[in-house]
């Protein structure tokens, strides 16, 4: 059965797929592909624009590998293949919640943190921050339990699939918390000018810059103790639905067929941001609704490089004539300590680049691309990026030591793939 991504850029043809429901499912599967001399992964629900999933071997789809298997004060462990918008609802349903999340939430939890899937935040980090124990099956079949002070645990929270299969989770959690969502217009030359305030004084920063205006829709989260005041229905499908979804997507399709129309159709965008607040729970605030597919590439640069890369991202743009219907996000997150993780060891600031599905601009993502690598910049492992090992060992502290134990845990590269073929060489 072929394979095809959320973006249907990326698609595989594995000799076999499997769908396992337990931890020793995954075992037999592990055994059978090195018996029979295959490569095995396992693939999420396809939300990486990269092949980081992809296999031509053995492809484990964990569809059967989901639910909530313990619960312990804050320790909450949960199947790998669980998507995340249903460890939310568990999670809801417990009074408890994750700190700290991205907005899409359609990934299994395997797959987000493997990937190293974050949100935005100023003490908060991404999934990966808020795991405190994994359970993989290793290549030889073993079963393992990594948790706080190993080398596996730092190396597999953000693993790539290359050190072993993720079977189970143990996610720190805590009561759970409401938080006001405010939404305002601002000029990226204000952003600009103000971005310490702006990151310092909100637990959680989101913006997105529209190109060929000087508008930024700006997004700041807060803890709020209540009571909740979601937005109503009509709000929120106005917003959510029809602004963010249907209308956006017109636009997108009216561009890609009258490119010169694009910053026209981007001035009224801008034009009608407005401005909104809401209290509600957390998972529903951090989340997002996107049925507009794209493709996507973000880099995280230190924090303190944030703002010459938006400078020269914007100048780029102007000076190219690029036509870019998509926003530019920039979110920010705290230093992280597993060893891929895109913010290891310093604060820092994402910027994504998006491009509408049926017109890719390799160029736009190129161009943006030197700007980021000459910040020291890391892309994200689950978006497009033409970095390879060379690269990566650069900017990554660790990675030599990540190498290593993927050397010691996978000699004969029964989880690898043409992907990590060129990320870790």
């Not at 249903?86 to 359609?106: F, K, P, Q, Y």
Request: charged share 20%.
């Amino acid at each position: 059965m072929a394979f095809t991504n959320w973006a249907r850029n990326q698609t595989a043809a594995p000799a076999e797929v499997r769908t396992p429901a337990s931890t020793e499912d995954v075992v037999r599967a592990v055994r059978a592909a090195a018996a029979g001399g295959r490569r095995l992964r396992m693939i999420g629900t396809g939300h990486s624009f990269t092949g980081v999933a992809l296999t031509d071997g053995i492809m484990l789809r964990p569809s059967a590998l989901t639910g909530v298997t313990s619960v312990t004060g804050d320790r909450v462990t949960v199947l790998a293949g669980t998507p995340v918008r249903v460890l939310n609802s568990l999670l809801a349903a417990r009074g408890l919640a994750l700190a700290n999340m991205g907005d899409i939430t359609e990934q299994t939890v395997a797959g987000a943190i493997q990937t190293g899937t974050h949100g935005t935040g100023r003490d908060s980090g991404g999934l990966a921050d808020q795991v405190v124990a994994l359970e993989l099956v290793l290549a030889d079949g073993s079963v393992v339990t990594a948790g706080p002070g190993e080398d596996l645990f730092d190396a597999a929270r953000v693993g790539l699939g290359a050190l072993g299969v993720l079977t189970s989770v143990t996610f720190r959690v805590e009561p759970a918390f409401l938080l006001r969502n405010r939404r305002r217009r601002m000029t990226l030359s204000g952003i600009l000018d103000s971005l310490d305030s702006l990151t310092s004084e909100n637990e959680h920063l989101d913006f997105f810059w529209l190109p060929h205006t000087d508008a930024c829709l700006v997004k700041t989260n807060n803890r709020d103790p209540g009571p909740a005041r979601p937005p109503g229905a009509v709000k929120y499908w106005l917003d959510n639905v029809l602004l963010e979804n249907t209308l956006f997507g017109a636009a997108c399709a009216v561009g890609a067929r009258f490119p010169g129309l694009i910053p026209r159709i981007n001035g009224v965008s801008a034009a009608a941001l407005g401005e909104s607040e809401a209290v509600d729970a957390s998972y529903k605030i951090f989340t997002s609704r996107r049925d507009v597919r794209f493709l996507e590439m973000e880099y995280a640069v230190p924090r303190e490089h944030l703002g010459q890369a938006l400078r020269e991202t914007r100048e780029l743009v102007e000076r190219m004539g690029w036509r870019i219907t998509f926003p530019v996000e920039v979110r920010v997150t705290p230093p992280g300590t597993a060893w891929l993780s895109t913010a290891y060891g310093r604060q820092s600031a994402y910027i994504a680049c998006h491009m509408y599905r049926p017109t890719p601009n390799p160029a736009y993502f190129a161009g943006v691309e030197e700007i980021m690598t000459r910040l020291d910049g890391r892309p994200h492992w689950g978006k497009l990026h033409t970095r390879d090992a060379a690269y990566l060992e650069k900017v990554y502290p660790r990675f030599a030591d990540f190498v290593a134990l993927r050397d010691r845990l996978d000699p004969g590269r029964l989880f690898g793939n043409a992907y990590l073929e060129t990320v870790l060489g």
